[in-house]
């Protein structure tokens, strides 16, 4: 595979697409793609088994249709023997063996890959042709032109001029159902009889070329965190398609009014489990929403389905890329509330007494997979309660998820989880008692601490936290528009109980409450 090409086309392992703009007229007999696993890739953050796995099989998978296709691949694998296990020195190493004329990137999702293949290209002299990344409906350039300006970025902004410049969900200039937001209706819980029957998401049982990575991650990777005896994630376009068509047909119907419910052992319940396929690139998000509203107007699903899921995709997906690109890399240094506790080592083990929190934890490591209100109102609000170092849970989000891609991870979880960014991106701290957790679960039930107490053997952690967390950062909240409420309810605890709060919440951080043998 030496000797000159015209192009040498990079594709990265979140870059899975075939309409990248990394193919535009290319030459299959002159081009050359190539294709590299790091292991640094996987080291940087103690990365989980099924998110290395996810990565790998889908690239495999992907270079494996390229060459059907009839392109050049240059794949390095990881168990190649040479491996220097970076993406720079890969790259350069590539270079030389092929000598292009000219290097082509589609912009990294990550500022830090695409600071190192950029330093790269540059110090072999070769030409960079950094191309646009057309996966995503609003460029980083106009995103900023709808940034400046602005005294503050509000989601809800964005996501109407999104609704508006890309006629989704539209009756002419009215949004479809009458109104741009039926969030109030999206809350739902599932009451004492739980969710019922639930359609099962569709499955995808491994292939070959799966099967062989994951045999790869269990050699390598062994002490890596998480399991692979589950691992059925789409892994190809094909399969993806598969598993939005189920989503579609069977649980979009539910997803709008129970989309922040948990239930214990029902995981996925009416959620889609595309955010992997989608961050790979292996599903196009306009493509997504399209089949969204066409299901709604097809009278199959109700408007507040619809609408939510399609928040989720071009609303919130898109904003927190806008964010991230605007603000790095001094975003990822974000710790507004100086919080430097170190992450308990639960985190890793789902050894903890707390049932919300043992079950969110152990669906993660067994599935790489929680959704949004498990990652936000339980893993990351319990993080932020206990005053986090913000680096150490976002590097812990970073590892455990399948569908974890620094652009969308960070500002999920220093902004809108942590509030880390001083409220950049979110206009308050999302911060709850466990009394949360008791109306939109079954966690509480089985559970030794009751949510509705905060002092005693008994209480529920959450909530103390959260009554010391209001304590330590009363004076910067007493007047905070959103908060000030929240604060003055502190005033009808005597100081002596307050006392008694701040000191079993430090018992808590010092991990004398809460571990599964505590």
């Known amino acids: 595979m030496s000797g000159e090409a015209r192009r040498l086309i990079v594709v990265l392992g979140d870059q899975l697409n075939h309409n990248s703009a990394a193919f535009d007229n ?25 998110r290395i796995t996810v990565f790998l099989a889908a690239m495999r998978h992907f270079a494996s249709e390229l ?6 691949v240059d794949y390095r694998a990881m168990d190649d023997a040479d491996n220097s296990g970076t993406f720079a020195t890969e790259l350069i190493a590539a270079i030389g063996r092929h000598r292009p004329q000219v290097v082509v990137l589609v912009e990294p999702g990550e500022w830090q890959v695409r600071e ?9 002299g070769v030409p960079l042709d950094e191309r646009l990344d057309r996966h995503f409906l609003c460029s980083t350039d106009e995103f900023t032109r709808f940034a400046d300006g602005r005294k503050s970025l509000v ?3 964005f996501y109407r001029t999104q609704r508006r410049t890309h006629g989704i969900l539209m009756d002419g200039d009215s949004p479809a159902g009458g109104t741009w937001n039926f969030d109030s209706e999206n809350r739902g819980a599932f009451g004492a009889k739980g969710p019922g029957l639930v359609p099962t998401p569709a499955l995808t049982a491994p292939d070959a070329i799966t099967r062989a990575v994951i045999a790869l991650v269990e050699e390598r990777f062994a002490g890596h965190p998480g399991s692979l005896d589950r691992f059925a994630w789409p892994v190809t376009r094909a399969d993806a398609l598969v598993v939005l068509d189920r989503f579609i047909e069977e649980r979009l119907v539910g997803f709008g009014r129970w989309q922040d419910a948990m239930w214990a052992t029902e995981p996925w319940l009416y959620h889609s489990l595309i955010s992997a396929a989608l961050n790979l690139k292996l599903l196009d998000p306009r493509e997504v929403v ?3 509203e066409v299901a709604w107007r097809a009278g199959l699903v ?17 904003y927190v890329r806008g964010i991230y690109w605007r603000t790095m890399p001094d975003y990822a240094n974000g710790n507004s509330l100086d919080a430097t506790e170190p992450l308990p080592d639960w985190y890793w083990t789902g ?16 599935y790489g997979y929680a959704h949004h209100i498990q990652r936000l109102m339980v893993t990351g609000l319990y993080a932020q309660l206990l005053g986090i170092e913000p680096r150490q849970i976002h590097e812990w989000y970073l590892a455990v998820y399948v569908d974890a891609v620094e652009w969308v991870e960070l500002p999920n979880v220093l902004g809108m989880s942590q509030y880390a960014d001083g409220g950049y991106m979110a206009s308050k701290p999302y911060v709850a008692t466990g009394k949360y957790i008791d109306r939109m679960s079954n966690h509480c039930g089985s559970c030794r601490f009751r949510p509705d107490k905060r002092l005693g053997d008994d209480a529920c952690p959450f909530t103390t936290l959260y009554w010391d967390f209001l304590a330590r950062h009363e004076e910067r909240f007493a007047h905070h528009p959103r908060m000030a409420l929240q604060v003055r309810n502190l005033a009808r605890i005597p100081e002596h109980e307050r006392t008694e709060i701040a000191n079993r919440a430090a018992a808590i951080r010092r991990g004398e409450i809460g571990r599964a043998d505590s």
């Open 351 to 366: 050894d903890t007494a707390l049932a919300c929190l043992r079950e969110a934890i152990s669906q993660t490591l067994d």
């Open 67 to 72: 060459r059907a296709e009839g392109l050049t």
């Open 155 to 157: 989601m809800e902004t």
């Open 116 to 124: 190192d293949l950029r330093s790269a290209v540059l110090s072999t």
């Open 290 to 292: 399209a089949r969204v």
């Open 302 to 318: 109700p408007i507040e389905a619809a609408e939510g899921y399609v928040r989720q995709v071009i609303g919130w997906r898109e």
């Open 26 to 50: 290319v030459v299959p007999q002159q081009d050359v793609v190539w294709m590299a696993e790091v292991a640094h890739e996987a080291t940087k953050v103690w990365v989980s088994k099924s």
